[in-house]
């Protein structure tokens, strides 16, 4: 098989659309980031890559703590939107229905069939964008989301973000059962 050198690129699929809410001057905002992805597992944790000009990343740590909520497909124009606008140049507090959790600054989103509160462990300063660690403190989703009590992917049907297409997408049919298909070699 042939190759072609394309030189450093963040070519790493899939990469959620992901809403991550913060309380920013006492207004839930949200931004849209495709750049995030679980860290660990105990304590569970994530991180997000967001620019440091980013409204949202104020909130975050003015507040020490952030939300991460996943949308379903059915939301694609309003997480575009909110990847599009600034929360500096447009209030997006209205947009979505929020409710909150355990940590009472961190605005969720009703809508989104999953949502992550998170409380911040780190930072660090990667160039272009600011590597933020959260610890996961709660998980919420939506019941019918549930298949015996357990978060089903299909009916979560979260949004997927493609690069450098620049395009929206679905998960897909399931090929193997992980953990299991790797025995038969």
Same mark, same amino acid.
């Given at each position: +098989?042939?190759?072609?050198?394309?030189?450093? /690129?963040?070519?790493?699929?899939? +990469?959620?659309?992901?809403?991550?809410?913060?309380?920013?001057?006492?207004?839930?905002?949200? +931004?849209?980031?495709?750049?995030?992805?679980?860290?660990? =597992?105990?304590?569970?944790?994530?991180?997000? %890559?967001?620019?440091?000009?980013?409204?949202?990343?104020?909130?975050?740590?003015? /507040?020490?703590?952030?939300?991460? &909520?996943?949308?379903?497909?059915?939301?694609?124009?309003?997480?575009?939107?909110?990847?599009?606008?600034? %929360?500096?140049?447009?209030?997006?507090? /209205? +947009? =979505?229905?929020? =409710?909150?959790? =355990? $940590?009472?600054?961190?605005?969720?989103?009703?809508?989104?069939?999953?949502?992550? *509160?998170?409380?911040?462990?780190?930072?660090?300063?990667? %160039?272009?964008?600011?590597?933020?660690?959260?610890?996961?403190? *709660?998980?919420?989703?939506?019941? #019918?989301?549930?298949?015996? #009590?357990?978060? #089903?992917?299909?009916?979560?049907?979260? $949004?997927?973000?493609?690069?450098? &297409?620049?395009?929206?997408?679905?998960?897909?049919?399931?090929?193997?059962?992980?953990? /299991?298909? %790797?025995?038969?070699?």
């Amino acid at each position: +098989m042939n190759k072609k050198r394309l030189g450093p /690129q963040t070519l790493l699929y899939p +990469m959620p659309a992901a809403l991550i809410g913060a309380q920013v001057n006492n207004k839930p905002n949200f +931004m849209t980031a495709a750049w995030c992805g679980i860290a660990a =597992f105990k304590p569970p944790a994530l991180t997000v %890559g967001i620019q440091p000009i980013r409204y949202t990343l104020k909130g975050i740590l003015d /507040q020490g703590a952030f939300s991460v &909520n996943i949308p379903s497909v059915e939301l694609v124009k309003k997480v575009d939107y909110c990847g599009i606008y600034s %929360g500096k140049k447009k209030d997006k507090s /209205q +947009m =979505f229905k929020t =409710f909150y959790g =355990f $940590l009472e600054t961190v605005p969720l989103i009703e809508e989104c069939p999953v949502n992550l *509160e998170c409380k911040l462990k780190h930072t660090l300063n990667l %160039g272009s964008h600011i590597l933020v660690v959260g610890e996961i403190i *709660e998980t919420h989703i939506s019941e #019918d989301c549930l298949t015996e #009590d357990k978060a #089903d992917p299909k009916k979560i049907d979260p $949004l997927i973000f493609t690069l450098p &297409n620049r395009e929206y997408y679905r998960l897909g049919e399931s090929i193997a059962q992980a953990f /299991q298909v %790797g025995k038969e070699k």
